[in-house]
């Protein structure tokens, strides 16, 4: 079956980086993308970016094309998502989730237990 | 970039009602639409994907429709494990941006 398990919650300070991990498993890793999306205490679900497994290449939300490296590591199954230069409304719940294409479109169908990410001074 | 906007943010229903949950995409998607149901404190589910096809396992009571800037999900005859926040996701062009939400709950 298809999981994903992501690495444990983070305390960091304002102005540190932050990095995430996601180990895929139960299918083949470089058939389908990576995405990320966070979740602020009480709010919505916010669509931060995905990469291609297969070839690496990225795509960031605008917001936080300065601040976010995705990357995978084929050879462990592995994602990552860095978050740089971290602000107090960066806190959220951080998913990484499978990106699976039809035709034109795509869709997650797989998330991840999700990372709580807590910035505090 | 596209924004979707969901109506109603809230909606109070009953065992048995039936629902409807309406999102708009600030510009034409095709038929790039996707729903997903979250409970409080759990995982996002998947629901249906270009509109109105229904994800493997998921209950005949759902259903998608809509094309363009306007769709629907609608709950036929609720359950009490329906009462969630649904979520609606563009997949046209990205950032595949996500509706607000609405939450549905228990009259």
């Known amino acids: 079956q298809v999981q994903l398990v992501q690495s444990g919650a983070e305390v960091k300070k304002p102005g540190a980086s932050v990095k995430v991990s996601c180990k895929a498993s139960?299918?083949?890793?470089?058939?389908?993308?990576i995405s990320w999306v966070r979740q602020a205490p009480g709010l919505g679900l916010e669509w931060m970016g995905w990469?291609?497994?297969?070839?690496?290449?990225?795509n960031y939300a605008q917001k936080l094309q300065d601040r976010v490296t995705m990357t995978t590591d084929t050879s462990t199954s592995t994602a990552y998502m860095e978050l740089r230069s971290l602000r107090y409304d960066d806190t959220a719940v951080y998913y990484c989730?499978?990106?699976?294409?039809?035709?034109?479109?795509?869709?997650?169908?797989?998330w991840g237990q999700g990372t709580l990410v807590t910035v505090s001074s | 970039d596209i924004q979707m906007t969901q109506s109603p943010s809230s909606l109070s229903a009953s065992v048995g009602d039936r629902v409807t949950i309406s999102c708009r995409a600030s510009?034409?998607?095709?038929?790039?639409l996707n729903w997903y149901q979250q409970k409080p404190g759990k995982v996002p589910k998947f629901l249906i994907y270009?509109?109105?096809s229904l994800q493997s396992g998921v209950p005949s009571r759902f259903s998608g429709s809509g094309s363009g800037t306007d769709f629907t999900l609608t709950i036929s005859s609720l359950q009490p494990e329906d009462f969630a926040t649904y979520y609606c996701?563009?997949?046209?062009?990205?950032?595949?941006?996500f509706g607000q939400g609405t939450k549905l709950e228990i009259k």
């Open positions: 989730a499978r990106l699976r294409d039809y035709g034109s479109g795509s869709y997650i169908d797989y």
């Open positions: 996701q563009q997949s046209y062009s990205t950032p595949y941006s």
């Open positions: 270009a509109a109105s």
């Open positions: 990469i291609s497994v297969y070839n690496g290449n990225t």
């Open positions: 139960g299918y083949t890793f470089t058939s389908d993308g």
């Open positions: 510009q034409s998607i095709s038929r790039y």
